[in-house]
């Protein structure tokens, strides 16, 4: 099983970015797919989730209104559409899929998830 993400770059404040994360080796249309980062220095915290079983989904407080999660099942990707970027959002962003679909409580967590991408680098400049 391999996840691999692509689309990050530099982009200037108030710019966008397209994250994709393709999956290979099993589908994911029924498990957790969720969107991670992590900046120097600092914990890998969740960014947006998506949970299996009944596709809701969960973001940050800090992305809320700014980022979209979606994914097309047929293509085994999920993307991260990320608008009005800040600088505080600079950071490797991590998709990450687990093997059930989760629940609220454990969508959140790093731990849940059972299979990671590689990371892609998010610079937003001031």
């Known amino acids: 099983v391999q996840l691999q993400a692509s689309g990050g770059g530099l982009v200037q404040a108030g710019g966008s970015l397209r994250l994709s994360c393709a999956a290979s080796g099993r589908t994911f249309s029924r498990n957790a797919m969720s969107w991670f980062r992590q900046a120097p220095g600092k914990e890998r915290e969740i960014v947006a989730a998506f949970r299996g079983i009944n596709g809701n989904t969960y973001y940050a407080l800090s992305v809320k209104g700014r980022f979209t999660i979606s994914r097309d099942d047929a293509k085994n990707t999920v993307y991260l559409q990320m608008n009005s970027l800040k600088p505080e959002d600079t950071a490797v962003y991590y998709c990450?899929?687990?093997?059930?679909?989760?629940?609220?409580?454990?969508?959140?967590?790093?731990?849940?998830?059972?299979?990671w991408g590689q990371g892609t680098l998010v610079t937003v400049s001031s």
């Open positions: 990450a899929a687990g093997s059930s679909g989760g629940i609220a409580s454990t969508l959140r967590t790093v731990n849940f998830y059972d299979y």
